[in-house]
């Protein structure tokens, strides 16, 4: 084993051509960090905008239904979605199933299609339901 | 380094990961996943099925047992996951053992004070007096 080669570091992003699956890794990642501080915080505020009793929370309320406040939402909306998707994959991925390439780049367009489909869906709903 | 040609290449490489430890952890983000796939589950169904999202619905809703205990999982595991999930980028990306640690640190207090708060406003909400 000639282990002390220079051997290729892992995320190579400028020498390996771009796929659906290595898209999906990055996203993981980066809508994971997403929920982890802009999701739990939003959480936690509105949790604590709710036991501050109703005054307090029409400002919270007010605050979310401002176009940022809707961009952040929408946005954390689809963060959830695609991290919940792309984690199943990963779990049906630590089993040692899904790495033959095409099953694997098919589940990959499929965690992204279904993310953007689920985060239209619901704030379809929301937005029809709560105006 | 110093074993020598006898070493397997297995154990050549033990220990030389990226935080030099991990089985329980990785189980760990592994088992938080899921529970979050149904708690996360749960709230978006919570949420569609929620008569109204005014302050007094909201309250009537985390007060029940049925709103009230999802919802103290959801923030205990959804904070425990996200730490999990963060230490693994800190470990990836911060290469110098003190800084390491220090990042470790703060994402440990940040999670830990911000399930804290979490919890102790929707004890407010459970058994606070009318809002």
């Known amino acids: ?131 | 380094m110093s074993l020598g040609d006898s070493a397997t290449p297995l154990g050549k490489v033990r220990g030389l990961g990226s935080a030099g430890e991990g089985g329980e952890h990785w189980l760990s983000e592994r088992v938080t996943s899921i529970a979050l796939l149904l708690l996360g589950t749960w709230l978006i169904a919570s949420l569609i099925l929620l008569p109204g999202l005014d302050q007094h619905t909201l309250v009537e809703w985390l007060r029940a047992p049925s709103g009230a205990v999802p919802m103290v999982l959801l923030v205990i595991v959804g904070f425990r996951h996200a730490l999990d999930g963060m230490k693994v980028v800190v470990d990836d990306y911060v290469h110098d053992e003190g800084n390491r640690f220090a990042c470790n640190l703060i994402l440990l207090f940040l999670a830990v004070g911000g399930a804290a708060l979490a919890l102790f406003a929707l004890a407010s909400i459970a058994f606070g007096g009318a809002a």
């Open chain 1, 1 to 131: 084993m000639e282990s002390t080669k220079s051997r290729p570091l892992s995320p190579h992003l400028t020498v390996w051509r771009w796929g659906p699956h290595m898209l999906v890794s990055i996203l993981h990642r980066v809508t994971g960090g997403a929920l982890s501080i802009a999701g739990l915080a939003v959480l936690t505020w509105w949790l604590v905008a709710i036991a501050d009793g109703p005054d307090a929370y029409v400002k919270f309320a007010d605050l979310a239904r401002s176009p940022i406040g809707l961009v952040v939402l929408v946005g954390l909306t689809w963060a959830f979605f695609q991290h919940l998707l792309s984690g199943m994959r990963h779990l049906v991925m630590d089993t040692g199933a899904g790495f033959e390439l095409d099953t694997n780049k098919r589940f990959a367009i499929l965690t992204i299609v279904g993310s953007i489909a689920l985060t239209v869906l619901l704030w379809a709903y929301m937005l029809g339901a709560v105006k």
